[in-house]
């Protein structure tokens, strides 16, 4: 089903002719991993999964090409085969009547690529082979500053509804939702940076390789110091509330990193397309304007598979979907903005205490402070590799053990991608 959100309608405002196309899909895996942030092990918390269908903590762009199929294609359920690249994004919960945290399941997801915003493109107009980048910021629990002539946000949280549409303020979850059953239902979207450095990534320091335009975050210039521009990513996940009606308490959503503001959404996106796709797709006289990718030409689509058929397995075996006590991990529910960082709890373990060091907490604070929207530059320089203690509960079905479980680890060391 093609979708019908604010954002396609707000897609080409401003633009004789958009240069544009939407991926449609499903997920893969539901995991508590994190290739990018969080390679070779367990992560901090759960993500759901989409695109290229063999990933896992080790995955690379080597790896992802690998793949036999994509849980992301055309509107009519073909995967695409050009594209093996993997997008994820955190969780949602939702806390049941009984006390105890239910996953809210996705139903669709749709994946924007847009030649968007001003600056020196990238020649070729593509991705370089390797990259890999995140959107947002997980430890954010309040809305950031805007300006008159900026009044975009990063994330988006809109229940669509009948007869009308309940968006949360400022890219906040919305208040008083209990159903949302008109496409695409239960709706929270981001919008990625598109504006490359021209380095490669650096684990030490994740964001800094991309920023955000300057004003509109995807029709503004580049910065200085990020001026080369690349494909602008927007992406929505549709959430099946409808599912749970009524088995939940209203106005209890939480990311699965401890988030009960919405604010905190963040994605991710690793790169895996073939070389010289993407260049004729977004640019030139032969360049895609639709809203199904399967309207385009260039890429060919598995007419022998749908996408939902793409899957793979968590290769971590803990209960991600709940009835849970508490988040899978570490991840204490807090509104404290921003909020303190903490190390990845070992496999099946929910709840536990956040035992951060003051100097990360010294360190998430300055990330908060230069996280505008005003420039959206992701300049943070969070180190999650840090080792913390903390005291956790074990849990089988909904019965809770107490247990203490202490999780060392040596800071992981800065990968290379092939630009």
Same mark, same amino acid.
């Given at each position: 089903?093609?979708?019908?959100?604010?954002?396609?309608?707000?897609? &080409?405002?401003g633009?004789?002719?958009?240069?544009?196309?939407?991926?449609?899909?499903?997920?893969?895996?539901?995991?508590?991993?994190?290739p990018?942030i969080?390679?070779? @092990?367990?992560?901090?918390h759960?993500?759901?999964?989409?695109?290229?269908?063999?990933?896992d903590q080790n995955?690379?762009y080597?790896?992802?090409?690998?793949?036999?199929?994509?849980?992301?294609?055309?509107?009519?359920?073909n995967?695409?085969?050009?594209?093996k690249?993997?997008?994820?994004? +955190?969780?949602?919960y939702?806390?049941? #009547?009984?006390?105890t945290?239910?996953?809210?399941?996705?139903?669709?997801?749709q994946i924007y690529y847009?030649?968007?915003?001003t600056?020196?493109m990238r020649?070729?107009?593509e991705?370089?082979k390797?990259?890999?980048?995140?959107a947002?910021n997980?430890?954010?629990?309040?809305a950031?500053?805007?300006?008159?002539?900026n009044?975009?946000?990063?994330?988006?949280?809109?229940?669509?509804?009948?007869?009308?549409?309940?968006?949360?303020?400022q890219?906040?979850f919305?208040?008083?939702?209990?159903?949302?059953?008109?496409?695409p239902y239960? !709706?929270?979207a981001?919008e990625?940076?598109?504006?490359w450095?021209?380095k490669?990534?650096n684990?030490?320091?994740?964001?800094?390789?991309?920023?955000?335009?300057?004003?509109?975050i995807?029709?503004?210039?580049?910065p200085?110091?990020?001026?080369?521009?690349?494909?602008?990513?927007?992406?929505?996940? !549709?959430?099946d509330?409808?599912?749970?009606e009524?088995q939940?308490?209203?106005?209890?959503?939480?990311l699965? !990193?401890g988030?009960?503001?919405?604010? @905190?959404?963040?994605?991710?996106?690793?790169?895996?397309?073939?070389e010289?796709?993407?260049?004729?797709?977004?640019?030139g006289?032969?360049?895609?304007?639709?809203?199904?990718?399967?309207?385009?030409s260039?890429?060919t689509?598995?007419s022998?598979m !749908?996408?939902?058929?793409c899957?793979?397995? #968590?290769n971590?075996?803990?209960d991600?979907d709940?009835?849970?006590?508490?988040?899978?991990?570490?991840?204490?529910i807090?509104?404290?903005?921003?909020? +303190?960082?903490?190390?990845?709890?070992?496999v099946g373990?929910v709840?536990g205490?956040?035992?951060?060091?003051s100097?990360?907490?010294?360190? &998430?604070k300055?990330a908060?402070?230069?996280f505008?929207t005003?420039t959206?530059?992701?300049?943070?320089?969070m180190?999650?590799?840090?080792?913390?203690?903390t005291t956790?509960?074990t849990?089988?079905?909904?019965t809770?053990?107490?247990?203490?479980?202490?999780?060392?680890?040596d800071?992981?060391?800065?990968?290379?991608?092939?630009?």
């Amino acid at each position: 089903m093609k979708t019908t959100s604010a954002a396609l309608l707000a897609l &080409t405002a401003g633009s004789a002719s958009a240069q544009f196309f939407v991926l449609y899909g499903r997920d893969t895996v539901v995991s508590r991993i994190d290739p990018i942030i969080s390679p070779g @092990g367990i992560g901090m918390h759960a993500h759901e999964f989409m695109g290229a269908g063999n990933i896992d903590q080790n995955s690379d762009y080597d790896s992802l090409q690998k793949s036999t199929c994509s849980s992301v294609g055309r509107a009519n359920g073909n995967p695409i085969i050009e594209d093996k690249s993997a997008y994820w994004h +955190p969780t949602l919960y939702v806390k049941a #009547n009984n006390g105890t945290y239910l996953r809210v399941p996705t139903n669709g997801h749709q994946i924007y690529y847009i030649n968007a915003g001003t600056g020196q493109m990238r020649e070729p107009f593509e991705f370089p082979k390797g990259f890999r980048m995140t959107a947002g910021n997980a430890y954010i629990r309040a809305a950031q500053e805007h300006t008159p002539t900026n009044k975009d946000d990063i994330t988006q949280w809109i229940c669509h509804q009948s007869p009308s549409w309940n968006q949360g303020t400022q890219g906040g979850f919305p208040k008083g939702v209990t159903s949302c059953s008109q496409y695409p239902y239960f !709706n929270g979207a981001i919008e990625f940076p598109h504006c490359w450095n021209g380095k490669d990534f650096n684990l030490n320091s994740p964001y800094s390789h991309v920023a955000y335009p300057v004003g509109d975050i995807r029709n503004g210039a580049c910065p200085d110091t990020h001026p080369i521009r690349l494909p602008h990513l927007f992406m929505e996940n !549709n959430y099946d509330l409808s599912s749970l009606e009524g088995q939940f308490e209203v106005d209890s959503f939480v990311l699965s !990193n401890g988030d009960p503001t919405g604010y @905190g959404f963040h994605a991710d996106f690793f790169n895996g397309w073939q070389e010289g796709v993407l260049p004729d797709l977004l640019s030139g006289s032969n360049a895609c304007d639709s809203h199904d990718v399967g309207d385009c030409s260039g890429v060919t689509f598995d007419s022998s598979m !749908n996408w939902a058929q793409c899957t793979t397995t #968590n290769n971590f075996s803990e209960d991600l979907d709940g009835p849970l006590s508490a988040l899978p991990g570490c991840n204490a529910i807090t509104t404290v903005n921003p909020a +303190p960082q903490c190390k990845a709890c070992a496999v099946g373990v929910v709840g536990g205490q956040c035992n951060a060091p003051s100097s990360m907490t010294t360190s &998430t604070k300055k990330a908060s402070s230069t996280f505008k929207t005003t420039t959206k530059a992701a300049s943070s320089t969070m180190q999650t590799w840090q080792t913390t203690t903390t005291t956790t509960r074990t849990v089988t079905s909904t019965t809770t053990q107490q247990s203490t479980t202490t999780v060392t680890s040596d800071a992981p060391k800065s990968t290379d991608c092939d630009y």
